[in-house]
């Protein structure tokens, strides 16, 4: 999977960069490109000479090469990547990165990479559970970087504890695993929605809910970087999609999601319905601005509105179809009923109860069911590491 890629290797000031040796000489060997970029301090602990000779390219540490004046561009090293791996990342790279602090070679070339990063962390325990670490880590993963987290045992301080850089072979297989998935869903096309819907009372005022779209986003990504064609039917929200294989289409109301989503099932092979979508529309909506002058009570009247995971259920096929279910009580008769009612394949269930799941958080904790009676819960995982679950759940862990 590896073979004819371009990878930037980054390594940084720490005792693990020795084993940067290791992964330069495991990414070559499976045909890949490496071209290695090292911080300063990184150069005091293993040569650049060893690392420029493992991959047959010069190491690039400073902006310019003082004798000769050449500069290194960090934006066509960005586009040249299909991947990028700092190994080891130390709490200082990670912060740089987190807090966008380009002043060396290897943090502007991140800034201005759009292939997947990769970061493999290394520390003493203490460092890796900092407040601070912790707080770059989640930024960096809401950023899209992927964190190959680090190792239990014994560390370069004698302390034990985590903090060892993950061993290069298994860094090597993440890689390969990820260009293989990015290939999984190619030629596949996904329906996703996402968001809430809202439903005008007039034309100032809606009901809504506190949906902030973000999980629909993240399985957007998520399909897309697998390879899929991916279109997002998301009703108001804050976010930007990245990739340029999701289409964005937006909407307001149920019935527009209704809309749009019967339009593009036609020749989807699989649609994830993610959207909160609102379970009653007012009867009729106001033309003007209702006024209260005059007006001691209000009553609205409420109709039912279409439900799209049924509607898209009932003329399935072959289709995959995943629901979710945000419940408060009973999480898994009501999950179960759902997989039932809406002819559902997978329904993902997140309660209200857990304080790392539910509207507006950077981070979900779920179970994925299957309607043959599969089930499997997950920790408490950040949006898109939950969309990777989601997933590989259904299509199973890098299978094509
Ligand atoms: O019945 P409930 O709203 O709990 O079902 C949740 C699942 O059904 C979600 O996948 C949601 O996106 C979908 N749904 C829908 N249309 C509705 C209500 C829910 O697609 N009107």
Redesign the pocket.
Known sequence: MLKGKHIILGITGGIAAYKAAMLARLLVKAGAEVQPIMTPSAREFITPLTLSTLTGKPVITEFFTANTGEWHSHVDLGLWADAMVIAPATACTLAKMACGVADNMLVTTYLSARCPVFAAPAMDLDMWAHPTTARNIAALKGDGVAIIEPAAGELASHLTGKGRMEEPEKIAATLADYFRKGTQLSGKKVLI?AGPTHEMIDPVRFIGNYSSGKMGFALAEECAARGAEVVLVTGPVALKSNSDRIRRVDVVS?CDMLAACEKEFEDCDMAI?????A?YRPEVKADKKLKREGREELDLRLVR?????ATLGAKKGDRLLV????ETDSEHENALR?IKN?NLDWIVLNSLRDPEAGFGKDTNKVTILSASGKEEAFPAKSKREVAADIIDSVFGKGIN
């Open positions: 929605t149920a319905l993610c959207a909160a979508v379970d509105n279409p439900d799209i995971a629901g979710f279910a945000l759902k809406k």
